[in-house]
């Protein structure tokens, strides 16, 4: 047809079909066309439900005000590796038409997608990725409107004289949610250890008091002198369910690293030939550093077994992976188990813990309170270690109605904490 022409009656006009960004028009050598099909954009919406990715938002990603107002979207779609060759988190290898791909993208409000592409070192690819993968996982487990069950967990910050970094906690237990918090202040030295356990025991009484033993969820956030975390594990024994966490200093964040290959777990080594029934018991973690406590060993009668738990590689950092802490209780677990067998009349043990905050966590959910004696903790202070908090069968509230104090009567039920 020559131009003016009219068309045929019954034929339309002829359209030249517009190409198809992602299939055969050829974007810029630098930066991707930014076209997104319709199976992306319904992946990327849907799988996270419109809310915003990241784990301490998740805000809604439509807005509406009233039946006269627009629905208002605050939602973006970011790129994990930036759509241009000199954007954030670029990366030139990657295909252009890859780069407006789905598993290239996550679906942000508008403030956390500017947080991400500012702060770029404290987010890149990989930890993208996982933030992505983190929420939703959360969709699929966690929303009560998809039918599934809102899983969450009462935070208990343990918070030492050190700086508490609360920020990455909710990505940590990402995909669940948290109950609420407690938070738990710690300072050796600013208040007397009677005075810390008592806190300490009283507040998690009163936690433990306001929630089911069986359903209830305990998420631990240590960062407090080993002392209070082994006991505040004790003081969690009957919790079925407890998550302790460790924080990584050199990535900032609560959240166990992925790659846990190569890492060494705990081994134990026992007393060598007899010991008595009555000996008294010292145990060493040396998880951190070595211990050193030959002083105090030397002091008490010869009538003695000791239990050693340790790392050849002591370090800091030796705690990178949950694998290994789940390892440490294992291990802590059978010493105390095989020590209540050889030393059924033991009168007291000791306990010296050299090692990472969660790590005394899980040592101390280990306690028995219907097999242990008197149980002597130990805090290091340049140059030895000085006893610090004494546990005894009394302080569990598993163990708060049967078991008889010095006198021989049994607690009574007005001992019980109530909620606050």
């Known amino acids: 047809m020559k131009s003016g022409d009219k068309p045929e009656a019954g034929k339309a006009r002829g359209r030249t079909p517009k190409l198809n960004p992602i299939g055969e028009a050829k974007p810029s050598a630098t930066k991707s066309s930014r076209y997104y099909d319709p199976q992306t954009l319904k992946l990327l919406w849907g799988r996270a439900a419109g809310r915003c990715a990241m784990a301490d938002c998740r805000v809604e990603l439509f807005v509406t005000e009233d039946d006269y107002d627009p629905v208002c979207v605050i939602g973006e779609m970011g790129h994990i590796a930036a759509s241009s060759n000199d954007g954030p988190r670029a990366h030139l290898e990657l295909d252009m038409r890859a780069r407006d791909s789905y598993d290239n993208l996550i679906l942000l409000c508008r403030n956390c997608h500017r947080k991400v592409d500012t702060l770029k070192l404290s987010y890149p690819r990989e930890r993208l990725l996982e933030i992505k993968a983190n929420h939703e996982a959360w969709v699929r487990t966690a929303l009560p409107e998809r039918g599934f069950t809102n899983l969450r967990w009462n935070v208990l910050r343990l918070q030492g004289d050190f700086p508490f970094d609360p920020t990455t906690i909710a990505e940590a237990l990402s995909p ?23 806190n300490l025991k009283t507040q998690i009484h009163a936690l433990i008091a306001n929630s089911d033993a069986v359903a209830s969820r305990v998420a631990v956030f240590p960062l407090a002198p080993v002392s209070a975390c082994v006991y505040a594990g004790y003081l969690l024994t009957n919790r079925l369910n407890v998550r302790s966490f460790q924080y990584h200093r050199d990535q900032a964040t609560w959240i166990w690293p992925k790659n846990s290959e190569g890492l060494t777990t705990p081994m134990v080594a026992g007393p060598a030939g007899s010991v008595s029934a009555s000996a008294e018991v010292f145990f060493f973690f040396e998880l951190s550093a ?87 903790l130990y805090e290091f202070q340049r140059p030895r270690h000085i006893p610090s908090i004494t546990i005894t069968r009394h302080d569990s509230s598993l163990t708060r109605w049967t078991v008889a104090d010095d006198s021989g009567s049994e607690w009574p039920a007005k001992r019980l904490l109530t909620p606050k």
Not at 179 to 193: F, K, N, T, Y
Not at 355 to 376: D, K, R, S
């Open 176 to 198: 669940d949610q948290d109950a609420g918090v407690l938070q738990i202040s710690v300072s050796a030295a600013r208040e007397p250890w009677s005075s810390i356990q008592e």
């Open 290 to 376: 070595p211990v050193d406590a030959s002083a105090t060993v030397d002091a008490t009668s010869k009538d003695r077994a000791v239990y050693r738990c340790s790392v050849p590689d002591m370090s800091t950092g030796w705690l990178k992976s949950k694998a290994q802490l789940d390892e440490l209780a294992r291990k802590a677990r059978e010493m105390f188990e095989a020590a209540a067998v050889r030393t059924p009349n033991s009168p007291r043990w000791h306990i010296f813990y050299a090692g990472p905050a969660p790590g005394g966590v899980v040592v101390g959910q280990q306690l028995n309170p219907t097999m242990i004696p008197e149980v002597q």
